[in-house]
């Protein structure tokens, strides 16, 4: 179970704050927000991350207004460094975009590492954002472990494979032009395969998107195969008894979800800051959560350099996670009752904060 005070030794958990009792003196001079921060570390995001939305949007809509982001995101591919600044300055805004965004680059890095000869070609088709693509890759790895047989199945046709099986968890499903998928062989469940799917078919079905304890505006749902063939023109990996791993590509990707929480995690910190202000007893909190999110969110920026370094990566995002739950508690905790209203941005944030987990 998760013990929010694991390896975080702050002076008082954060359930104990009591912002009601005034400290004599201030010591802890208001601090630069960390959104300034990481504006600062990249100039050229300031105008492009207004675009992450912040409402209710509809998916179309919200697709529409990631345009921009794509484009920044493409520019700041073959730096390791910057695409992560970029993904915790998005989800600083919206968690959900970052998302979303997070699940169209590993669909294009999948197809970027492919041998096929035409990977290019379906690369292009995707680049500008105007046609959307996504990934479900879960169930080779973690979602429906338990069940004996594989949920999603290849097996040899005529002309290809004919790929069968409910795909379980797959972000913007709706709107996309096609999804990377994977499937075990139906005969041999040991050897994996990776596929490119173009949408439209009758006989592939998007479920109603899932309602969620956070990030519902992903509309993340189930995808449901009955046969649709494919052809050695859409494999893009595989078989192979690791498909995933043989299909990985170096630059920011495994760091990618440490980004996203250390986005939430300023974002919510930044809020404490401002309460702070006119609550004198926050200050030490906020002092120490800006603190420890700047160690972290540097050894990030560190972990990104591919040149050889010793940061343990796991480790790393544990301490992210940590930090993401702890000060999306201790706002919960400062704004008290008001707080766990189901549409307030503190029990919001405790729900996506529990994403980390």
Known sequence: MYN?????????????????????????????????????????????????????????????KLKPLIAYEHSVLSKPAQHLLFYCTVAYRSLADAFILTQRQAAMRRIETSANPVAKALLSKHTGGDRWISVGISHLTTSRQHVN??????????????????????????????????????????????FYLPMGSEIIKCQPRMELMALTQSDTCEVRLDGIELTSKELLHGPSENVLSMSQSGGAGGLQTTALALGLAACVIDRIEEKSRSMESLAVFNQQFSNRWEQIFDQMIL???????????????????????????????IEKGTGYLADSDASRW????????
Not at 20 to 29: D, E, F, L, P, R
Not at 304 to 328: I, P
């Open 4 to 64: 929010p005070r694991s390896e975080l030794d702050y002076s008082k958990p954060a359930i104990m704050i009591n912002p009601q009792k005034k400290s004599s003196t201030n010591s802890y001079s208001s601090s630069v927000l960390l959104f300034d921060q990481l504006i600062s570390r990249s100039p050229g995001l300031a105008p492009i991350v207004a675009q992450a939305c912040q409402t209710h949007a509809q998916l179309p809509e919200r697709l529409s």
């Open 149 to 194: 047989q594989p949920v999603v199945t290849a097996k040899a046709s005529p002309d290809g494979w004919s790929i069968s099986g409910t795909v379980p968890w797959v972000t913007a499903a709706s709107e996309c032009q096609a999804l990377v998928i994977a499937a075990c062989d139906w005969e041999n469940h040991s050897h994996q395969y990776l």
């Open 303 to 333: 972990a990104s350099d591919t040149s050889g370094n010793s940061v343990d990566t796991a480790k790393l995002r544990k301490e992210a996670n940590d930090l993401t739950l702890r000060v999306a508690q201790a706002f919960l905790a």
């Open 350 to 357: 405790v729900r996506e904060a529990m994403f980390f987990l």
